[in-house]
């Protein structure tokens, strides 16, 4: 069963950078596969961040393309986010998923974590 | 900016049928948008339901259906339970090949 983690801090700060990483198990990143970012803000619908295939090629919401980098590290079979220059309105719950190639299915997700941006 | 819409909120009776639907901004919608619909309830991670506008995955219940209907995006709930009460999410993806969404803004279902 491939079963995905985000991890990373529950707080930053105004003006800095969030940092996640999306631990996947049961399934090797370098396999194959999309590995994307999701984020819902409190109480507000999903919003599609970006999306990161296993050779390194990177995909952005033409919203947050500016301010996101999305890495993979096959070594460890994780990926990560970083979103840079924050603000509290990029406080909310961020979700890793898989998405598979083709058919652009997301599939399994990680439960999610909170990231509050506050001083 | 592309705009996903569906509605905000439907009620349903338990055992009844209910269809959402998901409109694109940029006109009708298509399978080659690849519809992806999610159920999400409070305090849970969105759960994958439909993918390529109709095919289910393996866990989703008989009951949800997916297709395409007046240029948009549909889901059908037949037969309603209490359990399917949640918000539904459409997922599409624009621009051949990019694999980044746009999601609507969410129906929340209501069971009464």
């Known amino acids: 069963q491939v079963q995905l983690q985000e991890s990373g801090p529950g707080l930053v700060k105004p003006s800095e950078t969030l940092s996640l990483t999306c631990t996947v198990s049961?399934?090797?990143?370098?396999?194959?596969?999309?590995w994307g970012w999701i984020r819902q803000p409190p109480e507000k619908g999903l919003e599609w961040i970006g999306t990161i295939y296993h050779s390194g090629s990177t995909y952005y919401s033409p919203v947050l393309k500016s301010r996101v980098t999305i890495s993979v590290d096959t070594s460890k079979n994780q990926f990560s986010l970083k979103l840079r220059s924050v603000t509290a309105a990029d406080t909310a719950v961020y979700y890793c998923?898989?998405?598979?190639?083709?058919?652009?299915?997301?599939?399994?997700w990680g439960q999610g974590t909170l990231v509050t941006v506050s001083s | 900016q592309t705009v996903v819409t569906q509605e905000p909120s439907l009620t349903v009776s338990p055992g009844g049928t209910v269809t959402l639907t998901c409109a694109s901004s940029?006109?009708?919608?298509?399978?080659?948008?690849?519809p992806n619909w999610f159920q999400q309830k409070p305090g849970q991670a969105p759960r994958a339901l439909i993918y390529s506008t109709s095919i289910k995955h393996s866990w989703t219940p008989a009951r949800f259906s997916g297709s395409l209907l007046g240029g948009k995006a549909a889901l059908t709930l037949s037969g309603v339970q209490p359990e399917d009460e949640a918000e539904y999410y459409c997922?599409?993806?624009?621009?051949?090949?990019?694999?980044?969404?746009?999601f609507g803004g969410g129906t929340k279902v209501t069971v009464l």
């Open positions: 998923a898989r998405v598979s190639g083709g058919s652009y299915r997301a599939d399994f």
């Open positions: 049961g399934y090797s990143i370098s396999s194959g596969y999309y």
């Open positions: 940029t006109g009708a919608v298509t399978s080659g948008n690849s």
């Open positions: 997922l599409l993806y624009y621009g051949g090949g990019q694999p980044v969404g746009v």
